[in-house]
């Protein structure tokens, strides 16, 4: 068979539904032979490569399986590049294929030639440059082994032409990951130890990231949390691993988080973090967090543990088997949960999570994640771009079911939101999919209206839309005098009818009583409806701490009702 037919059959094997991608010269044969496999594999064809990067991003977040996204040489491989940087600084299984100029070209400035092995060395577990037509499959299915396994993360592979069209003779066994041996078993010792800690400790508080959906721990979380009566906090990459209608559950933190959050971890005397990397957002000032605490860490990643905080205890080793040894441990040797510290926690948590009356005009972005949270159904997936419509669902939105809400988080990528709407509803089209976005973050990707048409993929973008870079904006009021630069956006284009020429229904939305049957009127529709929801200019996300703060040092929402000041 021909190289690009031993390609597709490779992604077959490995259980390849989907591929998200746009066309170019260096992948014109791997597009021919993609006619042949329509019957075992959907084709999604995005406007963007970036966009291709996201799709496959989101994809993967949602279905647990590493998403596939193609491209073609030079510019179309760059393209990808950003859509990689995110998944890898959020440990995505991601497989990014392309095409590049024949071997024989290779290094010699050829039309869209690019080094992107060189490119995307800094931004991927591993990658690879197939130059034998009979390492074809060895090298995808080692692609997707490392992309999956231990802590996910992005695999480039790099396809020149001429491999595509060579004649496959023979096929190679699959390689032995030589040195790819990850732990995934925690060491039994400290499991003990860590067992002993949480029982013996008078205040502790479980912080869970990203690491306990990568490893589908959810389960043994919460199995955890309600055997030892012990609060929890969330990161970013964290929400939806843990039911936050839970009367135990303190929400995210982190300089946008809820204040319970912050003041819990920061007095608390063990703290167990599971799967977090203790990235600068969530810690403010180094030198000042979690003073009073012990921390024990479980990562499958060993460089993540003691890389910016002093660790007690470390546990290198996969979250679920972890959790589950733990909680064998524990159930054998506890009496009684700790009731002092988890009741006060409960009354605080339910003080704080007052109702806020923000029924007023121009629109409060609190009041559009009020009226989600009644709406949306519990199965929903929520995704967002990168800004203050970000911080407003990460803060507000209550998920209740692990991988429902899907964001970027340690790159911050403005355009994210969008086309992860779209590869999350490929991956589960029975639910519903809300892109919470921004005019800013929106504006980026909004070819994708496009791909949402002709595909027949079902969206419901909900733009905050502020006619500002919000968060810049905001930075700029709080911390350099509200000297606002380059920030303005006004009120360009009309999101409406951008989504009519589109031939979608476009909503706008200015007045509080229209944002219900809006959002109910999106959801009935059988394709992608827009929301443009005309909020507050100069609204802004609180509370916050500034950065290099102490992560208590939070200003803003400090709200009077009925006597009394509840701080969210």
Request: hydrophobic share 40%; glycine share 8%; net charge neutral.
């Amino acid at each position: 068979m021909k190289g690009t037919k031993e390609i597709l059959q490779s992604l077959v094997d490995e259980k390849v539904k989907h591929v998200f991608g746009f066309p170019g010269g260096q992948v014109i044969p791997l597009y021919d032979e993609l006619l042949n496999f329509e019957n075992k594999m959907r084709h999604i064809l995005v406007r963007h490569e970036q966009a291709a990067a996201h799709a496959a991003d989101a994809y993967a977040r949602v279905s647990g399986k590493a998403g596939v996204c193609l491209a073609t040489s030079g510019p179309g491989a760059t393209n990808l590049v950003t859509g990689i940087m995110n998944a890898y600084m959020d440990s995505v299984p991601l497989v990014a294929l392309a095409g590049n100029v024949p071997t024989s070209l290779l290094g010699k400035d050829a039309f869209q030639e690019t080094d992107m092995v060189g490119v995307t060395m800094p931004i991927t577990k591993h990658n690879y440059q197939i130059r034998d037509p009979t390492m074809i499959k060895s090298t995808i299915s080692n692609a997707f082994k490392i992309a999956q396994e231990g802590r996910p993360g992005p695999v480039f592979v790099d396809i020149p032409k001429d491999i595509q069209v060579a004649e496959v003779k023979e096929q190679k066994a699959v390689k032995e990951l030589n040195g790819f041996k990850p732990n995934t078993n925690g060491h039994p010792e400290q499991i003990k130890k860590a067992a002993e800690m949480i029982l013996n400790a008078e205040r502790p508080v479980i912080l869970a990231g990203g690491g306990v959906l990568s490893a589908f721990a959810s389960g043994e979380l919460k199995e955890l949390v309600e055997t030892t009566n012990t609060p929890i906090a969330t990161t970013l990459m964290g929400k939806s691993c843990f039911d936050e209608n839970h009367p135990l559950c303190l929400g995210m933190l982190g300089m946008h988080g809820r204040k319970i959050a912050n003041y819990t971890i920061d007095n608390a005397d063990v703290i167990l973090a599971i799967g977090c990397r203790f990235s600068d957002r969530i810690t403010g000032n180094l030198n000042s967090f979690a003073t009073k605490s012990k921390i024990i860490h479980i990562d499958i990643d060993s460089a993540e543990i003691g890389k910016n905080v002093p660790v007690a205890l470390p546990i290198v080793g996969d979250a679920k088997k972890i959790l589950n040894e733990l909680n064998s441990v524990i159930k054998s040797k506890i009496k009684k949960g700790n009731t002092l510290w988890s009741d006060k926690i409960k009354k605080f948590n339910k003080e704080c999570n007052c109702s806020i009356n923000v029924e007023k005009n121009p629109i409060d972005p609190r009041k559009v994640m009020h009226e989600m949270n009644k709406i949306i159904g519990d199965k929903d997936i929520v995704c967002t771009g990168v800004g203050q419509h970000q911080m407003y669902a990460a803060h507000f939105l209550k998920r209740k079911h692990p991988r429902t809400f899907i964001s970027s988080g340690g790159a911050g990528t403005m355009g994210y939101g969008f086309p992860a709407a779209i590869g999350a509803k490929v991956a589960k089209e029975e639910v519903e999919v809300f892109d919470v976005d921004g005019d800013g973050s929106f504006a980026m990707v909004i070819q994708e209206l496009a791909t949402c048409k002709e595909e027949n993929i079902k969206t419901i973008p909900i733009i905050l839309n502020n006619s500002y870079l919000g968060m810049v904006r905001q930075w700029q009021e709080f911390f350099f005098d509200k000297r606002y630069s380059g920030v303005h956006l006004k009120r360009t284009p009309n999101f409406a009818k951008v989504a009519d020429a589109y031939n979608l229904q476009g909503i706008t939305v200015d007045r509080e009583s229209e944002i219900a049957p809006a959002i109910k009127q999106a959801m009935k529709n059988d394709q992608t409806t827009l929301l443009d929801i005309l909020i507050h200019e100069e609204s802004n996300i609180l509370p916050m701490f500034g950065p290099g703060w102490k992560n208590t040092e939070m200003f803003g929402n400090c709200i009077k009702e009925k006597g009394k000041y509840f701080d969210y």
